[in-house]
């Protein structure tokens, strides 16, 4: 082990150089073990300075300790002191193995470091490297295999690259999506992601208990990010994707029965998520992914009720988007929720027409009202409480309700009162503010409002409003294709349509502030 | 195998001639014979053709008949071998058998004879074509074949098809009657006819030909004949002629009037000059229709059969092509070829007060003088001139009086016709000829075309540019004008957001080109739509883009306001539907619902279109929540104390936030010293900075209109059934933190709603009871053969039907007869049998017999 001659020396000439340098050293460490001390400047270069050298030297270690990892000259086994390396009698060979192990464990702490570094470059570059090592490390595991009889996972490696990686990946400071993105790739991996949601877990546990509960934004926005990513197969048989593949048949090893587990693991991770105060942002965004993403992969869905029914409670968008997922409990896993109606009656304001999820609450309240065992008070009152919602709703939101109310008459041939009731005039019995359905005497009232709506400006919405001067036909309107109506493809409508001739306005204009009905000008001014 | 044995010794078939009707006459006279049928009704006029009848005659006739065909057919039935003998005359009764021999033998002969000619080369023959000698033909003695000759190839002789395609038999029939005797009981062979025809057609042709050519002949005879004592006529050929010519009208004379009389222009009668109270009461009636007609769409079934109602077209029209659209618009009349002066002379007198009027008074001082100098003063004057109408200029001087569209132009707008002028007019003319324009102006190809050219002008200017170029560029004048104007008008539309959209916004200049936008709207309401959608649709898509991406959009710009104001103006909003306005509703809602208000500025677009929004809806009353919806969140705006309040403000405004306080009034005192003026539509697009005192006068501004708006908005929907509920929440709000602003708003909302009666279904026209008096109709007798191809079909169909009939009839007399035949063969084959039997019984007795006697004879 003849020391490297110019081990010392800095190459300070440009900064291409360090290039040359590098692929000069790594190629003589893999060729020759004599000139194995090049390595030390391989390794100092991950400390440098400069992004770029910091990576092109990930890169070369890489390179170099996975060619190592192949050759099988790392040390196996125990490793000992690298003091007591030269009193030891052992062979030259052996000695070559271990001072490259220890630098391997140099390099892999440097690396965990460089994950903290503020370059998204070469934190990338590093979670690669590591990730490669962990590989590699699988592959050839630097454990003796008689002492290991169970599935061997280069755990000391990896619980301690996971546990800092996931520290890092769920920074409190920093938004770190880019990255997450970057790692999905290695979420792919079975392992690789069991192992992350346990340490995920450990680590919410640690930060949210030291933060109090109190609401940490960038760090509940990474964990978001990160726990959005993880997808746990649908069956257990698919679970065969692995980063660390060994010869060894692990199918009859007692740890491999992974996918309970696995589920275990995810639906605890979520759960623990979720039970910390979130802010309301994060509400919706978990809101909108739970039914599909999160819910089917979970062993136990109905431990979400508590998260849910509070999200319920809170009102407004979120508890619009909260019903995807109570619905699915009440309708696959037997939940029973008291009061499911009256509180959806409850959220009935006029803000249901102007929110973003409009078309899932509309998909989502006509699955609730297609039960034609309703009573027709409850279904005469949630008529009654959209229709006069309606008068303050845009056309596109009037496009769905409109047939939307036809259909719940259709379905209730009780509630038919509301559209025909030969009796004298009076007064609409209706009481908007009761919030009880059974209350407010919306069986005893009538649709004057949809009569209103006849007279609407827009075309379509005005048809749609006729429709009740008839007895209506027995076939329901399809509401499913209006859901996702915008007004602008409502407008093309109009502007794609062939039409033979335009009227035009036969009193001619003079003036812009100037017309027989002229309101703009009794209020402005040209000047 | 079937095999015929023909008889061949004799080459010619021997074909019996059919004994037709040869034994007719004798039966009819025969009563026993006739079968009279009986008749039930006596049709007048109906000939019968089965009255009488001979039943015994017929029957006997198709038995015979069967026995010649059917039963000779029968006989042969299984039979492989027929024998058909082809000797001559051997069917042949009328020749006894010394002459059949004869013949026989003589043809025999004959034939021999034939055969060795075939093989005698020596003997020449002489080659023909035509009938006529190849040699002589070769001479070429040229004769001009006309072309009758092809002509007369064409027609086929009814003798010739019959031969082809008919068969020989009747051509037979009528030849042996019509031929000589000894032809007669001398039958020919079909191709012996066959040889005739072709050398009788070559004969005919010959003769043609030969005819043909002493024509010619005599033609160049008599032509040189002509030659020779033509220069003797030559002077005397003019008088020929002129007599030629007095012949002729003297025929055509009384045709010619006819004709004349028929294609005279009738004497129209004139229009009658119309009084003031007629052309009143004309307008008047216009525009009653066309409000009828507004009326009609508005609600919305008269969709489709909407005419296009030429709608523009004033009483004082000339149908000259041009549109008026404003009292300052010059409008171009022609009488009797000229163009009208003395309309020129009254728009010189309504522009008086312009620069232009001005500047074509100086013009007058040199009336006198030829019309290129005064556009050669013109053009030293015009120092803004561009090259182009430069170069116009000088092709005007050098006196070349082009007729096109734009000279004629030219030269009409600044005709002359002087009215006094006063110094002082004059003075200000010389002025304003600095800043003189051009009479004519191209089209602009492009949009900055459209803005090199009005740019740097002032508003009134850049409307009598623009008006310009729409007269020299009216689509009666060439073909491409048309395709010019329509893009011109997309142009302009992009030059008035342009105007809208600069700082500051140039809203006159906007304002004087709405006339001239117009016009080209009723030109062409086509190409128009097509440009305000396309706008609306950009802005619209634009718009929706950026909610997708960040949720929400800020307020449409000033030019997308003056673009929905100019929609309001060119197009009708009370349309039931309508390809723009329906459109132009959705864009309106969409920046009503979608759009952050975040500023004052915000505040007035929100306000503008609220206006913008009630103008469209103010017609035809229709409700337009998102209109009232906006005002309630204005007013919301008002409100300093948020809390406790008895109503929800939607999208796009929030219950509480920054920017909820944008109208509250920072001084509560400053009302004192305000007072009521119009805001100016520039603040919407940029507020100058202002003292706090300024803006809380703007704010006042802005919540008096909101108000105004609101009251106007009571008075257009008190009749809806839900007057009360849409209004509630206003009504609230008002009571609750400014009762005593609007006190006129909160009276005509009222506290209850209205009594309604309950809604009912449409009654419905009851379906009426069945029927049961017969239904009669009319029109009898026509129900088939209506047509001829009808009249054929059934023909037809009635004449299959009758031949099907006949046919079975005949195929079941068939088998009877066959059946009759039968059982004859086999009872006469019993019977032979049967003295057969009876015979040998008989030759046995006899022998036995004989044997006996002498059996008793050797016994004795």
Request: hydrophobic content about 40%; charged content about 25%.
């Given at each position: 082990?003849?020391?490297?001659?110019?081990?010392?020396?800095?190459?300070?000439?440009?900064?291409?150089?360090?290039?040359?340098?590098?692929?000069?050293?790594?190629?003589?460490?893999?060729?020759?073990?004599?000139?194995?001390?090049?390595?030390?400047?391989?390794?100092?270069?991950?400390?440098?300075?400069?992004?770029?050298?910091?990576?092109?030297?990930?890169?070369?270690?890489?390179?170099?300790?996975?060619?190592?990892?192949?050759?099988?000259?790392?040390?196996?086994?125990?490793?000992?002191?690298?003091?007591?390396?030269?009193?030891?009698?052992?062979?030259?060979?052996?000695?070559?193995?271990?001072?490259?192990?220890?630098?391997?464990?140099?390099?892999?702490?440097?690396?965990?470091?460089?994950?903290?570094?503020?370059?998204?470059?070469?934190?990338?570059?590093?979670?690669?490297?590591?990730?490669?090592?962990?590989?590699?490390?699988?592959?050839?595991?630097?454990?003796?295999?008689?002492?290991?009889?169970?599935?061997?996972?280069?755990?000391?490696?990896?619980?301690?690259?996971?546990?800092?990686?996931?520290?890092?990946?769920?920074?409190?400071?920093?938004?770190?999506?880019?990255?997450?993105?970057?790692?999905?790739?290695?979420?792919?991996?079975?392992?690789?992601?069991?192992?992350?949601?346990?340490?995920?877990?450990?680590?919410?546990?640690?930060?949210?208990?030291?933060?109090?509960?109190?609401?940490?934004?960038?760090?509940?926005?990474?964990?978001?990010?990160?726990?959005?990513?993880?997808?746990?197969?649908?069956?257990?048989?698919?679970?065969?994707?692995?980063?660390?593949?060994?010869?060894?048949?692990?199918?009859?090893?007692?740890?491999?029965?992974?996918?309970?587990?696995?589920?275990?693991?995810?639906?605890?991770?979520?759960?623990?998520?979720?039970?910390?105060?979130?802010?309301?942002?994060?509400?919706?965004?978990?809101?909108?992914?739970?039914?599909?993403?999160?819910?089917?992969?979970?062993?136990?869905?109905?431990?979400?009720?508590?998260?849910?029914?509070?999200?319920?409670?809170?009102?407004?968008?979120?508890?619009?988007?909260?019903?995807?997922?109570?619905?699915?409990?009440?309708?696959?896993?037997?939940?029973?929720?008291?009061?499911?109606?009256?509180?959806?009656?409850?959220?009935?304001?006029?803000?249901?027409?102007?929110?973003?999820?409009?078309?899932?609450?509309?998909?989502?309240?006509?699955?609730?009202?297609?039960?034609?065992?309703?009573?027709?008070?409850?279904?005469?009152?949630?008529?009654?409480?959209?229709?006069r919602l309606s008068l303050t709703a845009p056309p596109t939101a009037l496009l769905i309700l409109l047939p939307f109310i036809c259909n719940l008459i259709r379905r209730h041939p009780s509630c038919r009162v509301l559209i025909h009731r030969p009796s004298a005039p009076c007064d609409d019995p209706y009481v908007m503010e009761e919030e009880d359905p059974a209350q407010c005497h919306a069986l005893e009232s009538s649709l004057w409002e949809i009569k209103t709506l006849q007279k609407h400006y827009h075309p379509d919405v005005a048809k749609a409003a006729m429709k009740i001067n008839e007895p209506l036909t027995e076939q329901e309107e399809e509401i499913s294709e209006v859901l996702e109506l915008s007004t602008f493809e409502l407008m093309e409508r109009d502007l794609k349509a062939e039409r033979k001739t335009i009227p035009l306005e036969f009193d001619t204009a003079t003036e812009l502030l100037k017309s027989p009905r002229e309101v703009l000008g009794v209020h402005f001014s040209l000047e | 195998?079937?095999?015929?044995?023909?008889?061949?010794?004799?080459?010619?078939?021997?074909?019996?001639?059919?004994?037709?009707?040869?034994?007719?006459?004798?039966?009819?006279?025969?009563?026993?014979?006739?079968?009279?049928?009986?008749?039930?009704?006596?049709?007048?006029?109906?000939?019968?053709?089965?009255?009488?009848?001979?039943?015994?005659?017929?029957?006997s006739r198709a038995i015979q008949k069967r026995k010649d065909t059917l039963l000779k057919e029968f006989r042969l039935k299984d039979k492989n071998n027929t024998f058909i003998d082809r000797r001559f005359g051997e069917y042949d009764s009328k020749l006894t058998p010394e002459e059949k021999i004869l013949q026989r033998f003589t043809l025999e002969r004959q034939r021999t004879q034939d055969r060795k000619d075939m093989y005698n080369l020596n003997e020449e023959e002489e080659l023909t074509h035509y009938g006529q000698s190849l040699a002589e033909m070769e001479k070429m003695t040229d004769v001009i074949d006309s072309d009758s000759d092809s002509e007369e190839k064409g027609l086929l002789s009814a003798e010739l098809t019959a031969t082809h395609f008919g068969g020989g038999g009747g051509l037979l029939r009528k030849k042996s009657a019509g031929d000589d005797e000894e032809e007669e009981h001398k039958p020919r062979s079909r191709q012996e006819l066959i040889e005739e025809l072709i050398i009788k057609s070559k004969q005919e042709k010959r003769e043609r030909q030969t005819q043909k050519e002493e024509a010619q002949e005599l033609t160049e005879k008599l032509d040189q004949e002509w030659k020779s004592i033509q220069n003797l006529l030559a002077h005397k050929t003019p008088k020929a002629e002129r007599t030629d010519e007095t012949d002729k009208p003297k025929l055509d004379q009384y045709d010619m009037m006819v004709r004349e009389l028929g294609f005279e222009m009738k004497a129209q009668p004139s229009e009658k000059l119309k009084s003031a109270e007629e052309l009143a009461r004309e307008e008047r009636q216009r525009l009653q229709t066309l409000e009828a007609d507004r009326l009609k769409r508005m609600m919305g079934d008269a969709e489709e059969d909407a005419v296009q109602t030429n709608t523009h077209i004033s009483a004082d029209d000339m149908n000259d092509g041009f549109i008026l659209d404003g009292d300052d618009r010059k409008t171009l009349a022609y009488k009797d070829g000229k163009w009208n002066i003395e309309g020129e002379e009254e728009e010189k007198e309504d522009e008086d007060g312009d620069e232009e009027g001005g500047e074509e008074e100086e013009e007058e001082d040199d009336e006198d003088d030829a019309e290129g100098e005064e556009d050669d003063e013109e053009g030293e004057d015009d120092d803004e001139d561009d090259a182009d109408e430069d170069h116009c200029d000088l092709q005007s001087d050098e006196g070349s009086e082009d007729e096109d569209g734009q000279g004629a132009e030219e030269e009409q707008v600044c005709a002359e016709e002087p009215p006094a002028v006063s110094e002082e007019q004059k003075k200000a003319a010389q002025e304003a000829a600095k800043a003189e324009l051009p009479y004519t102006f191209p089209a602009p190809e492009s949009y900055s075309d459209l803005k090199q050219l009005l740019q740097g002008h002032g508003s009134e200017q850049q409307r009598l540019i623009l008006d310009r170029t729409l007269k020299c560029n009216h689509p009666s004048l060439s073909a491409g004008n048309k395709a010019k104007l329509q893009k011109l008008f997309g142009f302009l539309l992009e030059y008035v957001g342009d105007l809208a959209t600069q700082n500051p916004p140039d809203l006159r200049t906007v304002s004087a080109l709405i006339p001239q936008i117009c016009g080209l709207c009723q030109m062409f309401p086509e190409a128009a739509c097509k440009a305000v959608q396309t706008l609306l649709s950009d802005s619209g898509h634009s718009m929706e883009e950026t909610l997708e991406v960040k949720g929400r959009a800020p307020m449409p710009d000033l030019d997308m306001l003056v673009l929905l104001k100019i929609t309001a103006l060119l197009f009708p909003s009370s349309d039931f539907r309508h390809p723009v306005t329906t459109p132009a509703f959705l864009f309106l809602s969409q920046a009503l619902t979608r759009c952050a208000v975040v500023s004052l500025e915000d505040v007035c677009k929100g306000l503008v279109l609220c206006c913008l929004a009630l103008e469209y809806v103010s017609l035809s009353q229709r409700i337009f929540p998102e209109l009232l919806n906006f005002l309630l969140g204005l007013l919301h705006l008002t409100v300093s104390d948020k809390h406790n309040m008895g109503y929800t403000v939607v999208s796009p405004f929030r219950r509480q936030g920054k920017s909820c306080d944008l109208l509250v009034l920072k001084d509560p005192n400053v009302s004192h010293s305000w007072n009521r003026k119009p805001i100016s539509l520039q603040t919407a697009h940029r507020l100058p900075a202002q003292s706090p005192v300024e803006r809380d006068h703007y704010r006042l501004s802005l919540i008096d209109s909101c108000l105004d708006l609101v009251k106007r908005c009571t008075w257009l929907y008190k009749d809806l059934p839900s007057y009360a509920h849409i209004f509630q929440p206003i009504r609230a709000l008002l009571l609750k933190h400014l009762p005593d602003l609007h006190r006129e708003i909160l009276d005509a909302i009222p506290e209850k709603p209205s009594q309604h009666a309950p809604l009912v279904f449409k009654k419905k026209k009851p379906i009426p009871l069945k029927l049961f008096t017969p239904k009669i109709v009319l029109d009898y007798g026509k129900k088939r053969g209506n047509t001829k191809e009808e009249k054929e079909r059934e023909r037809l169909k009635h004449k299959y039907k009758r031949e099907f009939k006949g046919a079975l009839r005949e195929i079941r007399k068939d088998t009877r007869f066959l059946a009759r035949e039968k059982l004859s063969d086999v009872m006469s084959r019993d019977a032979e049998r049967k003295r057969k039997v009876k015979e040998l019984y008989g030759s046995l007795a006899t022998q036995e017999g004989e044997w006996k006697a002498l059996k008793r004879k050797n016994r004795k």
């Open positions: 082990m003849a020391p490297s001659t110019d081990s010392n020396v800095k190459d300070e000439n440009s900064q291409v150089s360090y290039k040359k340098d590098i692929n000069t050293k790594t190629g003589r460490i893999l060729q020759n073990k004599k000139h194995s001390n090049d390595i030390f400047d391989v390794i100092e270069y991950l400390q440098s300075e400069k992004d770029k050298e910091i990576i092109f030297a990930t890169n070369a270690c890489k390179r170099v300790f996975c060619q190592l990892f192949y050759r099988g000259d790392l040390y196996v086994g125990d490793l000992p002191q690298e003091e007591e390396l030269m009193s030891g009698d052992r062979s030259a060979e052996e000695k070559y193995r271990i001072f490259m192990r220890h630098r391997y464990n140099n390099c892999v702490e440097l690396l965990l470091e460089n994950m903290g570094h503020e370059a998204f470059q070469v934190k990338e570059a590093s979670l690669c490297a590591l990730m490669k090592f962990v590989e590699a490390e699988g592959k050839h595991p630097l454990q003796n295999l008689d002492l290991i009889e169970h599935y061997i996972f280069p755990r000391d490696l990896f619980l301690s690259c996971t546990q800092t990686l996931v520290e890092h990946l769920l920074s409190t400071e920093e938004d770190m999506s880019l990255l997450i993105s970057r790692f999905q790739e290695f979420l792919e991996m079975d392992d690789v992601r069991y192992y992350v949601m346990s340490s995920v877990r450990d680590n919410i546990y640690r930060v949210m208990g030291r933060n109090k509960k109190a609401v940490i934004p960038v760090y509940q926005n990474n964990v978001y990010t990160l726990l959005s990513n993880i997808n746990v197969p649908s069956q257990g048989s698919k679970i065969k994707h692995f980063l660390v593949k060994q010869a060894c048949k692990f199918a009859l090893l007692p740890w491999y029965c992974p996918y309970k587990e696995h589920k275990r693991a995810f639906e605890q991770m979520w759960l623990l998520f979720l039970k910390f105060k979130l802010p309301s942002s994060m509400y919706k965004k978990i809101l909108v992914i739970l039914h599909e993403s999160i819910m089917p992969q979970m062993s136990d869905p109905t431990l979400l009720i508590d998260f849910l029914s509070a999200a319920y409670d809170i009102g407004g968008a979120i508890s619009l988007l909260a019903l995807n997922g109570l619905f699915i409990l009440i309708h696959k896993h037997n939940l029973d929720y008291p009061d499911f109606y009256k509180k959806l009656y409850s959220l009935l304001d006029p803000s249901i027409f102007h929110v973003k999820y409009r078309a899932r609450f509309f998909h989502l309240v006509n699955i609730f009202l297609s039960s034609t065992h309703l009573p027709a008070y409850l279904v005469a009152a949630f008529v009654k409480r959209f229709a | 195998i079937n095999k015929t044995i023909i008889v061949h010794q004799l080459v010619f078939c021997a074909v019996p001639l059919p004994a037709a009707g040869g034994d007719h006459h004798p039966i009819s006279k025969n009563p026993f014979e006739v079968k009279i049928n009986r008749k039930k009704f006596d049709v007048l006029g109906r000939k019968s053709k089965h009255d009488v009848g001979l039943p015994g005659v017929s029957r």
